[in-house]
């Protein structure tokens, strides 16, 4: 069964060489890639250097427990420290934010990830891929969830990272 796929991307540090090498690496395990725009954003529950952030899309046959796999796989390699705080410098975040309408919820994965609703720096990307898709348990498309957002929604901006 084939699932659309829709994962945040975040970098810290040495952002823009870790964005390309996730999406380098990403589209070797997984395939062609629909991306958002590249935002630049500020630190969230600590004080750090902005972030760049993005979402993806992908079809895949692989089960989520395979994505999640793969996905951890691309961020130990790119040097991901795992025993750092919730909130801190991050060389590469790669979170599954939907699969399909999936509801899941169990140790280490989310779905669809609570950030969604909470975070400017991932719905904005989301909303720019899938503005009419429903999250799966508000039932309100992410077009509509960020023109909610949007007024009260911490600094993202467009930057400027060619992506091909």
Do not use: C
């Not at 795992?82 to 060389?91: A, G, I, L, N, Q």
Request: aromatic content about 8%; proline content about 5%; glycine content about 4%.
């Amino acid at each position: 069964m084939s699932a659309t796929v829709y994962v945040s991307l975040g970098s810290n540090v040495d952002r823009e060489m870790n964005i390309l090498l996730a999406l380098g690496d990403m589209r070797q395990v997984f395939g062609r890639l629909i991306l958002s725009r590249v935002y630049d954003s500020v630190a969230v529950g600590f004080d750090g250097d902005d972030f760049l952030n993005l979402v993806a899309g992908f079809e895949t046959d692989s089960d989520v427990h395979e994505v999640v796999f793969e996905l951890r796989e691309i961020e130990d390699r790119l040097g991901r420290d795992r025993s750092s705080p919730r909130y801190s410098h991050r060389s590469i975040d790669l979170d599954i934010l939907t699969y399909n309408a999936l509801e899941l919820d169990e140790p280490g994965i989310q779905i669809p990830r609570r950030e969604i609703l909470v975070n400017a720096f991932v719905l904005r990307p989301l909303q720019d891929l899938a503005p009419d898709m429903l999250h799966p348990v508000v039932k309100k498309s992410y077009r509509e969830l960020w023109r909610a957002m949007e007024p009260d929604a911490v600094r993202t901006d467009v930057y400027d990272l060619p992506l091909a």
